[in-house]
């Protein structure tokens, strides 16, 4: 009998942003696919209840609370994995935020800050995590885009530009470490009614503007996260693909 694709039993995944939104339905994807889970984000109470809750259906789920920005919380972030688990298969790069504002009026802390929440930190994991990988000979990385890093967004030069470098980071670890048994693939999000994502979106008139039909959910770009997570997509790598509900 061939192996289940979806079956990720004994596989260890990393979830940045997995307190809330497309984070929480991933890690919720993944641990029904028979994966052990980690989940980071900054808000403490409701990533011990994201966890909890993945207990409770039979799967191992560690909480971690982390700022992706900052190097050292990356480093507790893999090391904790490691020494709970042992090992680390799947990454999810999740974490991410937007700022939007007209081009001559963006500040240059919120430029940084973009680059550092979508760009640096999903940098610094991945090459982290990446080194475990590369010892094991095997391991997959989801990158979560957005379709403003594919056509970019008026009112979001730094959100737009952040996401465009993360979809070329994908590219090149791909390229770097695909032959070493390692994968990395991006998905490039629509609206997505979760915290704050939808907010940011209507703020830049899209919805209004008929570009977006309707918002997605956080369990249809989950679904993505698996396929890609899973050896259903073991010929893809470094690829970027759009989830926004919409031709592209």
Known sequence: ?????NEL????????????????????????AGADVVVAARKVERLAAVAESIRDSGRRCLAIPTD???EEDIQGLVEGTIAEFGRVDVVVNNAGG?????MEETPIDRW???????????????????????????GVFVNISSGAGLTGVAGGVAY???????????RVVALEWGAKGIRANCIAVGAVAS????????????????????????????????????????FMNGETIALTGRPS
């Not at 919805?207 to 050896?231: C, H, K, S, W």
């Open 195 to 234: 915290e704050g994502a939808l907010r940011s979106w209507t703020r830049a008139g899209l919805i209004e503007q008929g570009i977006l039909e309707r918002a997605g959910q956080p369990e249809d770009i989950a679904n993505g996260i698996l396929y890609l997570a899973t050896d259903m997509s073991r």
């Open 98 to 102: 937007s700022y939007l504002f007209p």
């Open 1 to 5: 009998m061939l192996p289940d694709p």
């Open 112 to 138: 940084d800050n973009s680059f550092a929440l979508n760009v640096r930190g999903p940098f610094m994991l991945t090459q982290s995590a990446g080194r475990h990988m590369l010892a094991q000979g095997s």
């Open 68 to 70: 992706v920005r900052l």
């Open 9 to 32: 039993t004994r596989k260890v995944a990393i979830v940045t942003g997995g307190g809330t939104g497309i984070g929480e339905a991933a890690a919720r994807v993944l641990a029904a």
């Open 160 to 170: 737009s530009a952040a996401k465009a470098a993360l979809q070329m980071l994908t």
